[in-house]
């Protein structure tokens, strides 16, 4: 690996890293009723207020980051990366265009497009962790195993599209707490 894709995935990774540690702090704050109350409910209001958008953002940073690996570190994406890809993509243009038009209602199509795309991803994941294969990879392409490279002792590429997959799940069912006054109405 050249120095610059090297040094593109140590900061990857250590975005991929922070993104997990969130991740599972969201999740408890979502799960637990403390957040009905002072400064949960004002961090879950926060992130359920910014869930479109922050999601674009993580949309759109996975998206270059998935471009970047396949076009300029010059790793070809496998089948199961393909496909990831399809459930990932289309989500930074439906995220831009709900941020843009305020559409709440959007959430429900990224939710069901980040379940698929996390369960391609989890599955890729495990076969880079030595799981045996119970659907055979492409015979021309590369093999969906190959680990390009691996970073904290868990973070490859499949892993990196979890974590995207799995933030934006949790950011699209923060609850939004504008909506939820209007609904009270």
Known sequence: M??????????ASFLTLLADIFAVALFILLITP????????????????????????????????SLFYSNIAGF??????????IFLYPQTLLLFTAFLKKDE?????????????AIVALYQTF????????????????????????????????????TVFVLLLLLMNAPNPKKRAINEL
């Open 127 to 162: 076969l880079q962790f030595g799981v045996q294969s119970i659907v055979p990879c492409s015979a021309t392409g590369p093999s969906c195993s190959v680990v390009y490279f691996i970073e904290y002792g868990y973070i490859t590429i499949p892993m990196m599209s979890l």
């Open 34 to 65: 403390l957040k009905r109350h002072g400064l949960g409910k004002r961090i879950a209001d926060f992130f359920g207020e910014r869930a479109i958008f922050l999601s674009f953002l993580a949309a759109l940073a996975a998206t270059g980051g």
């Open 76 to 85: 070809p994406p496998c089948d199961l990366c393909w496909w990831q890809r």
């Open 2 to 11: 050249n120095p610059f894709v090297a040094n593109i995935t140590n900061i």
């Open 105 to 117: 209602n959007m959430r429900l199509h990224c939710t069901v497009l980040s379940i698929v795309g």
